[in-house]
């Protein structure tokens, strides 16, 4: 990939100034795509007490978004298997831009921007050839530069690692086609991996559950400042053999599931809708929708210490070094230990609270 190494080499050596940092629309903690009462969908900025600073219409329902580090932009993705994914000003609410999947792809809902704001990378489905791809584009006229494998199937969350040269993929490990909506086609045979890539494209490490959690698919995912890997599953087997869906990884070692009761797993319903670190890194929390829960994991001990009754439940976020949580009944929660709802919106939260550093 000539052209995109050729990119980067020249983005070292100039400026790239921000145009407008995040504070000029409120200083947003939060990203959420929603539904509204008049069945509109919307991007919204959020402060970390949940109250809308700004909202942007979508085409389609969204899933999640990538905001720009520098510039109030921000990427909003469809749902899988949607195609588009729109380039919005924060400032304006324009449409900057309009990203195309190539031919025989489409979205996964999730992307990340490097860490100078230059680059933007977009996990994406070579349905065809059934395989993962990572798609990278130019992110001030959003020109595709190029692609590489995210070294898996079915690749859903992506993160920059704090070390700002290294991307993390949750491969899921699930087959789809849109010929066949949202079926999953090769459950048997799945194998979800955590992949760690150059921002180049080259592999660096991989890491895979034990073979008898082949089914366990990874999905979403949070990183610590010190580069500890926090992700959630969704298990695909029975629903009475559902194991626990928050797992953690480091560079170097076997990923490891928090251990828990078989009552606090099967409380989870098999899913892991959204994950986040907290309490300056100590604790992690994973959301259920389907389990209307958060569940919540002390990470030294690496295992499941207690949870939090929320109904449908799913996006997660940290201010000020606690924890938030948003859900499809329009409520957004302060989820500490005696949760309270901080507003009430009317909306659905969809699935997730976008971080956003405002520059």
């Known amino acids: 990939?000539?052209?995109?190494?050729?990119?980067?080499?020249?983005?070292?050596?100039?400026?790239?100034?921000?145009?407008?940092?995040?504070?000029?629309?409120?200083?947003?903690?939060?990203?959420?795509?929603?539904?509204?009462?008049?069945?509109?969908?919307?991007?919204?900025?959020?402060?970390?007490?949940?109250?809308?600073?700004?909202?942007?219409?979508?085409?389609?329902?969204?899933?999640?978004?990538?905001?720009?580090?520098?510039?109030?932009?921000?990427?909003?993705?469809?749902?899988?298997?949607?195609?588009?994914?729109?380039?919005?000003?924060?400032?304006?609410?324009?449409?900057?831009?309009?990203?195309?999947?190539?031919?025989?792809?489409?979205?996964?809902?999730?992307?990340?921007?490097?860490?100078?704001?230059?680059?933007?990378?977009?996990?994406?489905?070579?349905?065809?050839?059934?395989?993962?791809?990572?798609?990278?584009?130019?992110?001030?006229?959003?020109?595709?530069?190029?692609?590489?494998?995210?070294?898996?199937?079915?690749?859903?969350?992506?993160?920059?690692?704090?070390?700002?040269?290294?991307?993390?993929?949750?491969?899921?490990?699930?087959?789809?086609?849109?010929?066949?909506?949202?079926?999953?086609?090769?459950?048997?045979?799945?194998?979800?991996?955590?992949?760690y890539l150059s921002v180049e494209g080259d592999v660096l490490e991989q890491a895979e559950l034990a073979p008898e959690m082949h089914m366990n698919s990874i999905r979403h995912l949070d990183v610590r400042t010190d580069g500890l890997v926090g992700f959630a599953t969704q298990w695909q087997g029975s629903t009475a053999d559902s194991p626990s869906v928050i797992g953690l990884h480091r560079r170097g070692e076997a990923p490891q599931l928090l251990s828990a009761a078989r009552a606090q797993a099967r409380a989870m319903d098999g899913y892991g809708g959204s994950v986040a670190f907290y309490d300056e890194g100590t604790r992690i929390a994973v959301s259920s929708p389907r389990g209307g829960l958060v569940q919540l994991g002390d990470v030294a001990a690496g295992a499941v210490v207690g949870q939090l009754d929320m109904p449908d439940v799913c996006g997660l976020g940290v201010s000020g070094g606690a924890l938030r949580a948003s859900t499809g009944t329009g409520a957004f929660w302060a989820a500490t230990a005696t949760p309270r709802v901080l507003t009430q919106q009317p909306v659905a939260w969809d699935n997730h609270l976008v971080r956003v550093s405002c520059g």
């Open 1 to 195: 990939m000539a052209t995109r190494r050729g990119f980067l080499a020249g983005l070292a050596a100039s400026s790239f100034a921000p145009v407008a940092g995040w504070a000029k629309v409120g200083a947003p903690e939060f990203l959420s795509a929603a539904r509204s009462s008049d069945d509109s969908y919307h991007l919204f900025g959020l402060t970390g007490q949940g109250a809308p600073v700004f909202q942007i219409p979508l085409p389609a329902r969204g899933h999640a978004a990538a905001a720009n580090p520098l510039r109030a932009e921000a990427v909003a993705f469809a749902r899988r298997p949607g195609r588009f994914a729109i380039v919005l000003s924060c400032e304006t609410g324009v449409i900057l831009a309009e990203l195309d999947a190539p031919e025989g792809r489409h979205f996964y809902g999730h992307g990340a921007f490097s860490s100078d704001g230059a680059l933007l990378f977009t996990t994406e489905n070579d349905y065809d050839a059934a395989r993962g791809i990572v798609g990278v584009w130019e992110a001030r006229t959003y020109q595709r530069l190029g692609e590489f494998s995210s070294g898996g199937i079915g690749p859903h969350d992506i993160r920059l690692m704090p070390d700002g040269g290294t991307l993390v993929v949750a491969n899921g490990g699930i087959e789809t086609h849109p010929d066949s909506g949202r079926a999953k086609l090769n459950l048997p045979f799945m194998q979800p991996n955590l992949t």
